[in-house]
């Protein structure tokens, strides 16, 4: 059997390399049932053609194996992770460089952080923290369609409930934890343009989802959302909890000002919030918990210190005053806006021209030392194929629910690589 390279998963998490040469392809084979499970939700093939055919690479062609030791180390490094969020100390830090709306302080947690890992040499590496990170529904979806193939190895991390229940027991909770009586009775998922978003489809599945749960569900723009009779109103409906997927992270348009005066009056709940991107997915976050005089400046232990500092992607925060080291280093670093999501505005250092670093210098960008995505070997259209892999912890209260892989081909995950997208996670011993 043809040896993997170093670089591969095998390596990466000492999975059989058995497995691995021959990943399960029960991934592509998922269309009849899944068509099956949506029509079960009432999907009269809307949001499987969506899914399915006009967006082809949103969902991969096979699965991914990963070790059990190889998760664990994941999860010791998120748990880490949160108990230093956790403390004052780094919240005082952190929020010195947040906008102000990141300081009021609402009780609900926030749903849905995603922990982003590649699995480069022997160790997991955690390269970003999400606060709205899409796809958990799709991927439980997925999980559910591929259930009579290696259930046994599924990662799903919940024992008693259906993963769409631990989703809408999150919910009730942001709900509950608000100190909020009543039953939750209205949500409004909340994008811009959202008939426009890639991510559509997931926003009809939590409709669904929801209204199953006798939560009535609208799906709006900010701008339809409007702020009288201290209430959130769309039309004349009042809004209980808002469901969040923009990625205007502190509310700042004009759009968004009725959703803005409702939540720092605390007349809506909102999840996730501004103090949750604030806490954990500005990536000048990184470079505090990736530099160990910070960490030891915070009172952070020494055990959780030595866990930060093997399992996160050193990063750095972008000064002109370094543009001579930056740039002769540039081909081990990957530069990243602080503020930036889904990969935008984001550039591996090899592909870096003069006149794009030039913009990094004077804008707020943090540069991480790059770390190589394994890769899995899948064959598309006869042809073999490297596809890199990262994997996202979805993680509520410090617990991760679901651990998911993404496969692509080129700089970032990106959902335009034919035979890549989500991926099933299944764990092997190790």
Request: net charge negative.
């Amino acid at each position: 059997m043809k040896e993997q390279q170093p670089s591969t998963i095998v390596k990466a998490c000492k999975v059989c390399a058995e497995q691995l040469d021959q990943p399960c392809q029960c991934a592509g084979q998922y269309h009849q049932t899944l068509r099956e499970l949506l029509s079960q939700q009432g999907d009269d093939g809307s949001i499987y053609d969506m899914i399915v055919n006009e967006r082809p690479n949103l969902l991969a062609k096979a699965g991914v194996f990963v070790s059990k030791k190889c998760l664990q180390k994941q999860r010791d490094i998120i748990q880490a992770i949160e108990t230093v969020i956790a403390m004052p100390a780094y919240q005082q830090r952190v929020l010195a460089y947040a906008p102000a709306v990141g300081h009021y302080q609402p009780l609900a947690l926030g749903v849905f952080f995603g922990y982003d890992f590649h699995l480069e040499g022997v160790e997991p590496k955690l390269i970003e923290i999400n606060s709205n990170a899409g796809g958990a529904l799709i991927n439980a979806l997925l999980v559910r369609s591929q259930q009579q193939c290696c259930s046994a190895l599924l990662a799903i991390d919940n024992e008693e409930n259906t993963l769409e229940q631990t989703f809408v027991n999150m919910f009730l909770e942001e709900w509950k934890v608000e100190g909020k009586t009543k039953a939750l009775q209205v949500i409004a998922i909340v994008d811009i343009d959202p008939a426009s978003q890639y991510m559509l489809p997931e926003f009809l599945l939590f409709k669904k989802l929801f209204e199953h749960h006798d939560i009535h569900t609208v799906i709006c723009d900010p701008s339809e959302l409007t702020y009288h009779d201290n209430a959130l109103w769309h039309g004349q409906l009042r809004i209980d909890l808002v469901y969040n997927r923009l990625t205007d992270f502190a509310l700042n348009l004009a759009s968004k000002q009725a959703l803005l005066t409702a939540y720092l009056a605390a007349e809506v709940v909102l999840t996730p919030h501004p103090r949750a991107h604030a806490l954990y997915a500005d990536k000048r976050n990184l470079v505090v918990l990736s530099d160990e005089a910070e960490l030891i400046a915070l009172g952070v232990e020494a055990k959780t210190r030595a866990i930060l500092l093997s399992g996160i992607a050193h990063t750095t925060q972008v000064k002109p005053s370094d543009a001579d080291a930056l740039w002769a280093s540039r081909k081990l670093l990957f530069f990243k806006p602080a503020k930036g999501y889904g990969s935008k505005a984001a550039y591996r250092g090899d592909k870096l021209t003069k006149r794009v670093f030039s913009e990094i210098l004077n804008a707020n960008y943090v540069a991480q030392i790059l770390v190589q995505p394994s890769q899995l070997m899948l064959e598309i259209d006869h042809e073999l194929m490297a596809f890199k892999v990262d994997l996202r912890h979805y993680v509520y209260n410090a617990h991760t629910q679901l651990v998911s892989a993404r496969l692509y081909q080129g700089q970032t995950t990106n959902f335009r690589s034919p035979g890549g997208g989500f991926a099933v996670v299944r764990v092997v011993a190790d």
